[in-house]
């Protein structure tokens, strides 16, 4: 299984980006997905997750009502829209596969995962 994350980069604050991530190497519609970031000197949080239908999402306090996930289940692809970001958005991002097929649940935790992504840079400046 492998994963392309993309999309990351340099925005003011206010701005918006749209990060990508392709899927190849398994069933992808059958599992669900999940974005998450790791600032530096920080642990690795949840941002945002979808389930394999795209059914349901759910998403950290911090970033509800700003960013949306989504996927495109024809294109093996789930995708994070970035609005009205802020200098703490900055992190590295990183999109995951989660482990359990066909769940109706959204995991929010890491070790619900099983495949990770290289992780695309986000910076925000001030």
């Known amino acids: 299984v492998q994963l392309q994350a993309s999309g990351g980069g340099l925005v003011q604050a206010g701005g918006s980006l749209r990060l990508a991530c392709a899927v190849s190497?398994?069933?992808?519609?059958?599992?669900?997905m999940g974005w998450f970031r790791q600032a530096p000197g920080k642990e690795r949080e949840f941002v945002a997750g979808?389930?394999?239908?795209?059914?349901?999402?759910n998403y950290a306090d911090s970033v509800r009502g700003r960013f949306t996930i989504s996927r495109d289940n024809a294109k093996n692809a789930v995708y994070l829209q970035m609005n009205s970001l802020k200098p703490e958005d900055t992190a590295v991002y990183y999109c995951a596969v989660a482990r359990t097929r066909l769940s109706g649940v959204v995991v929010t935790q890491p070790t619900g995962y099983l495949y990770w992504g290289q992780g695309t840079l986000v910076t925000v400046s001030s």
């Open positions: 190497g398994r069933s992808f519609s059958s599992y669900g």
């Open positions: 979808i389930t394999h239908s795209g059914g349901s999402t």
